[in-house]
DNA sequence: TGTTTGATGGGCT
DNA sequence: GCCCATCAAACAA
C-alpha cells in the first residue's frame, strides 16, 4: 500500500489535486481504532489571488504560516467549534491548499457511530466538520503530512463522473463566490448538500 | 485587553 | 428554510 503521490501536485494546479484527490481515502489511526473515508467531495482555495482563501493577497499568519509549505501538508483550522482539514499544494512559497468535505465511510464505522452519536449514516462524514469528528482528526494534525500516520491519504479510482459548483459558506466574498472549485463524485450520496 | 468574524452543524418551524 | 450557539484567530487599539 503506498501513499497518495504528493509529488504530482507539485506542478499541477490546486484545481487538478481537488479533483485528483476523489476517490482516494482519507485515513486517521487512533488508541481507539482506525476509521477510514473515500473523498467524495473537495474544495479548492487558490492563494493569493482568490478572495475566499485564508491566504489570499499573500496574507501569512500563525494560522496560514503551514499554506505556504511543501504540498502534502495537513492544514487543520478550528471555526464554531469544529475542525476542518485541507490538503497544502502546490511548491513551498504558494499558499493554496483542498479542503475535503464529504467521505464515504470505509473503515471504523463503529468508531464512527459512537463519535457521531445517533446520527444517521449518511449524516456520518457528509460535511467538512462532520468527518474530521467521525475520524478523530483534531488540531493536533495541524502540521503533519498525508504521508505519513496517523493521519494519510492513499490513492484510489477516481469517479467516474465528476461535478461541479460553487463552494460552500463564502458569501461574502465578492467574484470569488462564484468560482466552481467545488468537486464531488456525481450522485454520491455522501456528498454534504 | 477588547471586539469582530466566520471554508459549520444541529435543532426547530 | 431559518436561527444561533460558541470560540479561537485575527485585528484594532
Request: hydrophobic share 30%; proline share 5%.
Amino acid at each position: 500500500m503506498g501513499y497518495f503521490d504528493f509529488e504530482k501536485i507539485f506542478c499541477g494546479s490546486t484545481l487538478q489535486t481537488a479533483v485528483d484527490l476523489l476517490g482516494c481515502t482519507l485515513v486517521k489511526e487512533t488508541e481507539e481504532g482506525t476509521a477510514a473515508g473515500r473523498i467524495v467531495e473537495t474544495e479548492a482555495y487558490t492563494g493569493p489571488e482568490d478572495r475566499a482563501a485564508h491566504s489570499y493577497g499573500g496574507k501569512r499568519t500563525k494560522r496560514t504560516e503551514i499554506m505556504f509549505r511543501a504540498p502534502g501538508h495537513v492544514y487543520t483550522f478550528e471555526m464554531h467549534t469544529h475542525c476542518l482539514v485541507n490538503v497544502v499544494t502546490e511548491p513551498e512559497g504558494r499558499p493554496e491548499a483542498v479542503l475535503i468535505r464529504a467521505l464515504e465511510p470505509v473503515e471504523g464505522i463503529e468508531l464512527m457511530r459512537a463519535r457521531r452519536k445517533r446520527q444517521k449514516d449518511t449524516e456520518l462524514t457528509n460535511g467538512p466538520g462532520k468527518l474530521t469528528k467521525a475520524l478523530g482528526i483534531t488540531m493536533n494534525d495541524y502540521g503533519g503530512h498525508f504521508s505519513e500516520k496517523p493521519l494519510y491519504i492513499v490513492p484510489g479510482e477516481n469517479p467516474a463522473e465528476i461535478s461541479s459548483g460553487p463552494r460552500i459558506g463564502i458569501e461574502n466574498t465578492g467574484e470569488a463566490r462564484d468560482y466552481l472549485y467545488r468537486f464531488w463524485e456525481t450522485r454520491n450520496r455522501f456528498v454534504s448538500r
